[in-house]
């Protein structure tokens, strides 16, 4: 594992230096990342554009944060997951997937660690930055910023969990180029706090397809609002899909059927 390590640091920094030959390619990823927290902050804007001081029971303010817990996962995935799960379909197709089942270490962790793409790592920070700046002007504790620091690391292994399980399916349908458009189009819902939807709409991204966990909790947690409820729910759910989706993976391999045989 640690000569395993090894090779990922050195492999990592050799795609970091590629990544960040062309001064240009920093320049571009730094506006998209301007313009996809503008679009986030308008949408945001708009809702509460009509009259109202709260939309769901949220202030402008709270509803901000959840903005911000959005924009941060963006970044995740765009760094850490989406590099490396788009390229399993690939792996997959090409009969590359092969060597890495050779390999002395686990499949599932070397296909989730092997790229990152430095250029989004804006988004990150400006989704720190924005939750910091709309936390300021509310009433948290210490003992509600650690709660929602835990609950967060619950939401990144659900979208984790969830990015795995979509691009898994290339083990049998190979072309899944869809993946990223149809987890973005439900994640998108994500930037606004889940009160503002109809009760079943509600219902549905809590319970069928979790984004409230991964940003509407964390955000109820950093301002006081979160129940009992949720805040078990949230790191069972991840427990949950963690398990079920190592299943599903370990499952997908045993039915791979090399491309040299």
């Given at each position: 594992m640690t000569r395993y390590l090894r090779l990922v640091r050195i492999f990592t920094g050799?795609?970091?230096?590629?990544?960040?030959?062309?001064?240009?390619?920093?320049?571009?990823?730094?506006?998209?990342?301007?313009?996809?927290?503008?679009?986030?902050?308008?949408?945001?804007?708009?809702?509460?554009?009509?009259g109202s001081d709260t939309v769901g029971g949220w202030t402008f303010r709270e509803a901000l944060v959840v903005t911000g817990f959005f924009i941060l996962t963006e970044g995740f995935i765009a760094v850490f997951v989406q590099p490396n799960m788009s390229r399993i379909a690939e792996a997959i197709r090409t009969g590359s997937m092969d060597f890495t089942l050779l390999k002395p270490?686990?499949?599932?962790?070397?296909?989730?660690?092997?790229?990152?793409?430095?250029?989004?790592?804006?988004?990150?920070?400006?989704?720190?930055?924005?939750?910091?700046?709309?936390?300021?002007?509310?009433?948290?504790?210490?003992?509600?910023?650690?709660?929602?620091a835990v609950l967060y690391l619950s939401a990144l292994v659900i979208v984790y969990c969830l990015w795995l399980a979509l691009?898994?399916?290339?083990?049998?349908?190979?072309?899944?180029?869809?993946?990223?458009?149809?987890?973005?189009?439900?994640?998108?819902?994500?930037?606004?706090?889940?009160?503002?939807?109809?009760?079943?709409?509600?219902?549905?991204?809590?319970?069928?397809?979790?984004?409230?966990?991964?940003?509407?909790?964390?955000?109820?947690?950093?301002?006081?609002?979160?129940?009992?409820?949720?805040?078990?729910?949230s790191p069972l759910v991840a427990l949950a899909l963690f398990a079920l989706t190592r299943w599903f993976w370990l499952r997908a391999v045993a039915s791979y059927t090399s491309a040299s045989s």
């Open positions: 050799a795609t970091i230096s590629a990544q960040l030959e062309y001064r240009a390619n920093f320049i571009g990823a730094v506006l998209s990342s301007l313009g996809q927290v503008g679009v986030a902050l308008l949408a945001i804007g708009v809702l509460f554009g009509q270490v686990d499949a599932q962790f070397s296909v989730s660690t092997r790229n990152l793409n430095v250029l989004r790592v804006p988004d990150v920070l400006i989704g720190v930055g924005l939750i910091v700046y709309a936390a300021s002007a509310l009433t948290t504790t210490p003992g509600g910023v650690l709660i929602a691009s898994t399916t290339a083990f049998w349908f190979v072309k899944t180029q869809n993946v990223a458009e149809l987890f973005n189009g439900l994640f998108g819902a994500g930037r606004f706090p889940v009160t503002a939807f109809p009760l079943p709409v509600r219902f549905a991204l809590t319970f069928i397809v979790p984004i409230a966990l991964i940003t509407t909790v964390p955000a109820q947690a950093m301002t006081g609002r979160l129940s009992p409820a949720l805040a078990v729910a």
